[in-house]
Antibody
Framework: EVQLVDSGGGVVRPGESLRLSCAASGFIFEDHGMSWVRQAPGKGLEWVSGISWNGAIAAYADSVKGRFTISRDNAKNSLYLQMNSLRAEDTALYYC?????????????WGQGTLVTVSS | SFVLTQPPSVSVAPGQTATISCGGNNIGSKSVNWCQQKPGQAPVLVVYDDNDRPTGIPERFSGSNSGHTATLTISGVEAGDEADYYCQIWDSSDYHQVFGGGTKLTVL
């Protein structure tokens, strides 16, 4: 069974940092690209960042570029999101999601989400 | 970057057919995916690559895509289909995923 378990969320002050993790199981992790998607309270889904299967390609939404860094450790079946210089507008539920790795790149499995709250 | 436009809400009576649109410039040239999100739950993929269904998704869910509009169609709508629906495309030019703003489906 495919499982993605998100963790690392919490309450931080503006300007602080946080590192999210996503533990994957039930599939060959290195065969898939991965993404982080967030959802602010009462709002829609917003793609944050994505990484290729081998980590060679990393991409970011303009809203987080230069502040967030995505990475992965295929030996540990884990995905990470380092979030620096956090802002109030980064407050959201953060999901990791698996890329089905076909041309359409659908996100076919999602974690349960981890909540990040940025507040003074 | 690519912009996807969805209506904020759609309402339908049980047993009827719901259609949810997703507009984008020449979206017909791209592959469109759809996910369903019920309150308090993570999203679930219901249609991918315009009109394919993941294992376990009922045949009632189907998609189409042409020109500047992609459409998710839910036939024989049930109360359990009430949820937010998001269209999504992969923009290969900059390795970005793009989501539409979401449509809240209400079953009357």
């Amino acid at each position: 069974e495919v499982q993605l378990v998100d963790s690392g969320g919490g309450v931080v002050r503006p300007g602080e940092s946080l590192r999210l993790s996503c533990a994957a199981s039930g599939f060959i992790f290195e065969d898939h690209g991965m993404s982080w998607v967030r959802q602010a309270p009462g709002k829609g889904l917003e793609w944050v960042s994505g990484i290729s299967w081998n980590g060679a390609i990393a991409a970011y939404a303009d809203s987080v570029k230069g502040r967030f860094t995505i990475s992965r450790d295929n030996a540990k079946n884990s995905l990470y999101l380092q979030m620096n210089s956090l802002r109030a507008e980064d407050t959201a539920l953060y999901y990791c999601a698996r890329d089905l790795s076909i041309s359409a790149r659908p996100l076919d499995y999602w974690g349960q989400g981890t909540l990040v709250t940025v507040s003074s | 970057s690519f912009v996807l436009t969805q209506p904020p809400s759609v309402s339908v009576a049980p047993g009827q057919t719901a259609t949810i649109s997703c507009g984008g410039n020449n979206i017909g040239s791209k592959s469109v995916n759809w996910c369903q999100q019920k309150p308090g739950q993570a999203p679930v993929l219901v249609v991918y690559d315009d009109n394919d269904r993941p294992t376990g998704i009922p045949e009632r869910f189907s998609g189409s895509n042409s020109g500047h509009t992609a459409t998710l169609t839910i036939s024989g709508v049930e109360a359990g289909d009430e949820a937010d629906y998001y269209c999504q495309i992969w923009d290969s030019s900059d390795y970005h995923q793009v989501f539409g703003g979401g449509t809240k489906l209400t079953v009357l």
